[in-house]
């Protein structure tokens, strides 16, 4: 199956400052989505992303499908962007063979 | 109110005991997902349901079954809980739209202990 690799597995960031998380997956995706996980353990759709950019806020992400990863920019970081950063993805179509990543663990100091 | 939510949210329990967790969507949405979470990692699969009648396992669905009620509501049982199912359990809902993949979209989350 495919496997999913996210970089780095933990962060930790002053207020203010902005990262890049990356994910590497093994085989070509239909599916590729980041979730936050917040530190209540609430998991948030972040961004349905399989190719291309899309930007929402803050937030910022990036799937080149033809290298095999995607990358989600955090800029101006704030406490409540605490939390673990899954990626995930599926070859498919339908979600029924979603595949998650490690996930990257941030947390913002204030 | 909440589009998915996830009773109990906090569950004890001891070996062989049978556990059932209920979920339930507002959204509309057909096809309906129950995940697990165990500590650092990420979810698993363990079935997802695309109508009613739809049923499917996923890739961990050993110790574990589950009802479609209604279409909105999805229900997870546990026939005799074990320890190693201590986990985070997750519920989700998504609606695909026409000749695009879907977005799932995630219940709060239901922490059981099995002792």
């Known amino acids: 199956g495919i496997q999913v690799e996210q970089s780095p597995p933990d962060l930790i960031l002053q207020e203010g400052a902005n990262s890049t998380l990356r994910c590497n997956f093994s085989?070509?995706?239909?599916?590729l989505q980041w979730f936050h996980q917040n530190p209540w353990g609430q998991l948030i759709n972040l961004f349905y992303?399989?190719?291309g950019t899309k930007q929402n806020g803050r937030l910022s992400a990036t799937t080149v499908a033809t290298e095999r990863y995607s990358l989600l920019y955090i800029s101006s970081s704030q406490t409540t962007d605490s939390g673990v950063y899954f990626c995930?993805?599926?070859?498919?179509?339908?979600?029924?063979?979603?595949?998650f990543g490690p996930g990257t663990r941030l947390s913002v100091l204030p | 109110d909440a589009d998915v939510t996830q009773t109990p949210r906090n569950r004890i329990t001891k070996t062989g005991k049978r556990i059932m967790l209920e979920c339930s969507q507002t959204?509309?949405?057909?096809?309906m997902y129950w995940y697990r979470q165990d500590p650092g990692l990420g979810l698993q699969l363990i079935y997802y349901?695309?109508?009613?009648?739809?049923?499917n396992k996923g890739e961990i669905s050993d110790g574990y079954s589950v009802s479609r009620q209604a279409q909105a509501k999805f229900s997870l049982s546990l026939e005799s809980a074990i320890p190693n199912q201590t986990a985070l359990y997750f519920c989700?809902?998504?609606?695909?739209?026409?000749?695009?993949?879907?977005?799932?979209?995630f219940g709060p989350g239901t922490r059981l202990t099995v002792l």
């Open positions: 992303i399989p190719s």
């Open positions: 959204k509309g949405h057909d096809r």
């Open positions: 989700a809902t998504s609606d695909p739209e026409s000749g695009r993949t879907d977005t799932q979209y």
């Open positions: 995930a993805v599926e070859k498919g179509n339908y979600g029924q063979n979603f595949v």
């Open positions: 085989d070509s995706v239909n599916n």
């Open positions: 349901s695309f109508d009613v009648k739809d049923i």
